[in-house]
Each structure stands twice: as C-alpha cells, then as structure tokens.
Antibody, heavy 122, light 107 residues
Framework: QVQLVESGGGVVQPGRSLRLSCAASGHTFSMYAMHWVRQAPGKGLEWVAL????????YYADSVKGRFTISRDNSQNTLYLQMNSLRAEDTAVYYC???????????????WGQGTLVAVSS | EIVLTQSPGTLSLSPGERATLSCRAS???????LAWYQEKPGQAPRLLIYGASSRATGIPDRFSGSGSGTDFTLTISRLEPEDFAVYYC????????FGPGTKVDIK
C-alpha cells in the first residue's frame, strides 16, 4: 500500500525559509514522478511543483517559481520542497502526491499524503 | 492558463438520488487531460476519474465521467452516505489546474 508522510510544516515569518519532506513507502519511489499540491485554508487545490522520476526535470507554478525548489533523494525514498522568501499567501496545507503515470508524467495524482500545514505570519 | 469553473457550488441531495456535477474549461481540453477528485473533511483528495471517463483503481461503478471539449460531467448514479463530499475537476496540462469544487451535502 502506497504511503506518503509529509513533515516540516509550521509557523514561519514572512521572508523566511522552510523545507518540507515527504517520506514514501509501499511502492518503488524511484519509478514515479512526484508533485507538491497545496490547499489554502477554506480554499481549493493548487498544484505547486513536479519532479520527474529521476530528478532531472522540474516544473513549477508561476506563483512559486524562483522561490521554491523541488528535489528528491531516491536512495532515501524522500521528496523535498525548499520554500524561500515565504509570503502570507503561501499559507496552506502542503500535500505530496504521486503521479499516476510512473516514468511517463501524466500530471494526475493517484496517491496523496495527509498534508503538512505551513502558516506564514508575523 | 486554463481556468476551470464548476457548478453548482453546492448540491443538496438525499441518499439514493442521482448527482450530476459540471466542470467547464476556459478553452478546449483534451479528454485525456480531465480528471475528478473527491475530498472529505480531514482527508486527502482521492482520484476518482481520469481521461474524462476512466475510473481509478477501486472506484465503484456508480461514479462515471463524460464530456469533451470544454464541458465535462461527473455523475454519481445513486448517492451513498460516504459520497457526501467536495468534488474537484482538474486539467492535466503542462500547468495543472483545479476547479473550485462542488460540495455535495445531505438534503
């Protein structure tokens, strides 16, 4: 059974940094592209970033481009999101999600973690 | 960016009734690139439908999807108690986007 467990969320001041982690188990992590998706309180879902199965290709939403960096360590079955220059509007629950397509990216999310809350506030 | 709108915002129905949810795109979307998710309070979203009409693994056949171009529909043939939730459509283009959601609640 696929399991994704996020960690690293918390309260942070505007302009500061935070790194999220997502520990994967129950599947061959290195065979799948992975995503971060976020949900602001009481709002809908927003895709944040995508990384290919081997980490060579990365894509970002315009709202986070230049501030967030997605990465992965396939030897540790872990996905990361480095978030710099945080803003109030980045406040959200951040989910890691597995891409349905495996090696072939489909930008469909077939397994999700339970999320970690990031609150940006002074 | 492709903008998705969903209607109605809230759908109030009773168990056993049929639910019809609409998703409209700001520009044509290939059927291959349209998906639906279910979200319950305190839980992560769950993939229901992809490719506009293919059910994801383990999804009951009371859930069905249809549509093409700019208009897509999610139908729940007979609502079960566990189906009351928020439903999102998603387009799977180069920059994925979600609709704002339709809440299906108990009448």
């Amino acid at each position: 059974q696929v399991q994704l467990v996020e960690s690293g969320g918390g309260v942070v001041q505007p302009g500061r940094s935070l790194r999220l982690s997502c520990a994967a188990s129950g599947h061959t992590f290195s065979m799948y592209a992975m995503h971060w998706v976020r949900q602001a309180p009481g709002k809908g879902l927003e895709w944040v970033a995508l990384i290919s199965y081997d980490g060579t290709n990365k894509y970002y939403a315009d709202s986070v481009k230049g501030r967030f960096t997605i990465s992965r360590d396939n030897s540790q079955n872990t996905l990361y999101l480095q978030m710099n220059s945080l803003r109030a509007e980045d406040t959200a629950v951040y989910y890691c999600a597995r891409d349905l397509g495996g090696y072939f990216v489909r930008r469909l999310f077939d397994s999700w973690g339970q999320g970690t809350l990031v609150a940006v506030s002074s | 960016e492709i903008v998705l709108t969903q209607s109605p915002g809230t759908l109030s129905l009773s168990p056993g009734e049929r639910a019809t949810l609409s998703c409209r795109a700001s520009q044509s979307v290939s059927s291959t690139y349209l998906a639906w998710y279910q979200e319950k309070p305190g839980q992560a979203p769950r993939l229901l439908i992809y490719g506009a009409s293919s059910r994801a693994t383990g999804i009951p056949d009371r859930f069905s999807g249809s549509g093409s171009g700019t208009d897509f529909t999610l139908t729940i043939s007979r609502l079960e108690p566990e189906d009351f939730a928020v439903y999102y459509c998603q387009q799977c283009g180069s920059s994925p986007t979600f609709g704002p959601g339709t809440k299906v609640d108990i009448k």
